[in-house]
């Protein structure tokens, strides 16, 4: 099935696969700005860290919804709709 699949499809399914880990990136480049802008707040450097947790909590929270759409209208449609 994967050798029949499009070099296209094949890299968007690797781009979209990748969105998780890059949301990571993005808050931990972050991370010193957020603790420096929100100083007055008691324990913020720990705090700060566990906004590396929201994106996957938010992955494993909607994933069972996903899993819903997908047995209902397919695979491109939710995957169109989410892009």
Known sequence: ???S???????????L????VMSVIVIVAALPLI????IEIP???FLS????????LMIALVAPFAGILIDRYGRRRP?????
């Open 1 to 3: 099935m994967y050798d």
């Open 5 to 15: 699949m499009r070099w296209s499809v094949k890299i968007s399914l690797f781009l």
């Open 17 to 20: 696969s990748m969105m998780g």
């Open 35 to 38: 603790s420096h802008h929100f």
């Open 43 to 45: 324990h913020i450097k």
């Open 49 to 56: 860290k566990l906004l590396l947790t929201v994106p996957s």
């Open 79 to 83: 995957l169109f709709a989410g892009i």
